[in-house]
């Protein structure tokens, strides 16, 4: 059963708490804890793995979780690429697009971190007000299939395709400047960046992904080597992740500041961006992650629009999608 340890009222744990933690672990009979490492790039979504890692979840589990921070998720696609990584956090969309261009790094879905219902914005400088309006216009997209993707969903609504406006390949850290110095007309992009250009006051969203429910699912994967040779340390991660939940739940105020520090956020702006997740239980998981299931038949549908679009290679094999972790960290 997951362990939950509350944080204090400051939202912080003090370092000799921390100490207390790291001693029980390592104290008496029990073996050191296992080091794991998570890449995490800014989106609320990803930020329990560095809540369980902070709050001394992971440790409670026999974990050393170490976060390592990427400036956006392509920088993560991109480390995976090389086999510098052996799990990530990414979406379904950046999933398929590694299976296009790494076949042999193929990854494997193991937990559904969460859906995306508003998360996943389409936002245009003031002044134009509809998707219709964007037709031949400079529009900003992340250097991952992602960006292009919720685009490209946006403009079908006008009868619009990425053929009708000019694509602009930037940062996402660039978006918010340059949608408010009108460098580019639109953006697609997501919290915490949209909250950033949100603060600045000089545009708005046209396009969320409550339009496309079902579509956009975030997850942790892991490389087929990374599952077979540790298995049982990514069961107990599933349970961290889990315990991570639990505490948000039951100290939101607490867990929300921790969290939100990280992204840059108030703790407000956080929660804010959180209205535009879903996020699902490990039990709530089993029939998504189950054969033929909803994350199964998400990842065919991703790859037959991203075909359609040109971004990844026919005949590309899909993510492998297993509940084999779940089902044993429910056990």
């Known amino acids: 059963m997951p362990v939950a340890i509350p944080l204090l009222r400051s939202g912080l744990l003090p370092s000799a708490l921390f100490f207390s933690i790291g001693a029980l672990a390592l104290g008496g009979c029990k073996p050191a804890p296992e080091a794991i490492t998570v890449p995490v790039s800014s989106w609320p979504g990803y930020e329990y793995v560095h809540l369980a890692a902070h709050s001394g979840l992971g440790a409670a589990q026999g974990l050393d979780i170490t976060v390592t921070e990427y400036p956006d998720p392509q920088a993560i696609v991109h480390a995976y ?37 508003g998360g996943d914005q389409l936002a245009a400088r003031l002044g134009i007000d509809s998707i219709a309006e964007l037709r031949g216009q400079r529009v900003g997209v992340t250097h991952s299939t992602l960006g292009p993707y919720v685009l490209s969903r946006a403009l079908e609504r ?32 997501f919290p915490p960046y949209s ?112 075909q359609q679009l040109r971004l990844v290679n026919p005949g590309s094999p899909l993510p492998r999608v297993s509940d084999g972790l779940l089902r044993e960290a429910l056990r």
């Open 81 to 117: 690429l090389r086999a510098e990584l052996d799990l990530a956090q990414l979406t379904t969309v950046e999933a398929v697009d590694i299976c296009s261009r790494a076949p042999d790094r193929c990854p494997v879905v193991v937990l559904v971190l969460d859906e995306s219902r």
């Open 158 to 189: 006008a009868g619009l395709s990425l053929a009708d406006v000019q694509v602009r390949n930037m940062a996402l850290a660039a978006m918010p400047d340059a949608l408010a110095q009108g460098k580019v007309d639109a953006v697609a992009f």
């Open 195 to 306: 909250d950033y250009a949100a603060r600045q006051g000089k545009s708005r969203p046209l396009f969320d992904s409550r339009a496309i429910p079902g579509e956009i699912f975030d997850v942790l994967v892991a490389s087929p080597a990374a599952l077979e040779a540790r298995g049982p340390a990514l069961v107990r991660l599933l349970r961290a992740w889990q315990a991570a939940h639990d505490l948000a739940r039951s100290q939101p105020a607490e867990a929300r500041a921790v969290m939100a520090r990280r992204e840059g956020l108030s703790p407000e702006e956080f929660a804010a961006a959180e209205r535009g997740l879903v996020y699902f239980s490990l039990r709530e998981q089993l029939p998504m992650l189950a054969p033929g299931g909803t994350l199964a038949r998400n990842l065919e549908a991703v790859q037959n629009v991203q």
